[in-house]
Every structure is written in C-alpha cells, then in structure tokens.
C-alpha cells in the first residue's frame, strides 16, 4: 500500500507559476513510476504528466508540455510538478498516481494503483 499526499495547490493570477509536491509513504519509492492527472467537474480524469521509477524519462501532455516540468528525489520519497504560464484551463483539481515499475505506457489512469487526495489549482485572470 502507497500513500500519496499532495500539497502546493493554490490561487494563482494567470501567467504565474506553482510547484505542487507529492510525498509518497513507499517503502522503496524507486519501485514506482509516478504521475500527475487532473480533472475538472463532469469530465474525464486526464494525464498532465508522468516520471518513471529512475528519473530521466518525463512525459507530458500536449498541454504540458513546454510549461510544466515534473521532477523527483528518491531520496525523499517525492514528486513535484513545477507548473509556469498557467492559464484559466489550468484551473482543475490535480492528482498524484503511483504504479508498480512498468514498461506500459504512463498515459493512462486505468495502470496506476494509487492515488492522492488531489489539490486544486485556480488560476484567476
């Protein structure tokens, strides 16, 4: 069992920036992949961005991509999300994922067993 806590979500005026962290109570943290969802009310839970179990292998959205940076210290047991230039879109609930060392893709929801409480992020224009 991996328990996932999420922290650093907040109020934010649009183009700024917010780091959200996510610590794990893992046993071996390294025997995870982990990954950042979010959602908004009434849609679907999407993939913002994912980090394999030994780092340097980032993943983001299209969305993302360019803007975020997911980062982790095993050492620590955490995984942060660095979120710059964030817009009205970026206003959702954000969730921390872990899963098992896999080699299947990091996109979907369905292949990671746990999740945290998640952190809202408002971006206020």
């Known amino acids: 069992q991996v328990r996932l806590v999420e922290s650093g979500g907040g109020l934010v005026q649009a183009g700024g920036s917010l780091s959200l962290s996510c610590a794990a109570s893992?046993?071996?943290?390294?025997?995870?992949?982990m990954g950042w969802f979010r959602q908004a009310p009434g849609k679907e839970r999407e993939f913002v961005a994912a980090i394999r179990w030994k780092g340097g292998w980032e993943y983001y959205s299209d969305s993302a991509k360019g803007r975020f940076i997911i980062s982790r210290d095993n050492a620590k047991s955490t995984v942060s999300l660095e979120m710059n230039s964030l817009n009205a879109e970026d206003t959702v609930v954000y969730y921390c994922?872990?899963?098992?060392?896999?080699?299947?893709?990091?996109?979907?929801?369905?292949?990671?067993?746990?999740w945290g409480q998640g952190t809202q992020v408002t971006v206020s224009s």
């Open positions: 893992a046993r071996t943290f390294t025997n995870y992949d």
């Open positions: 994922a872990a899963r098992g060392r896999s080699d299947y893709y990091v996109r979907p929801d369905f292949s990671y067993d746990y």
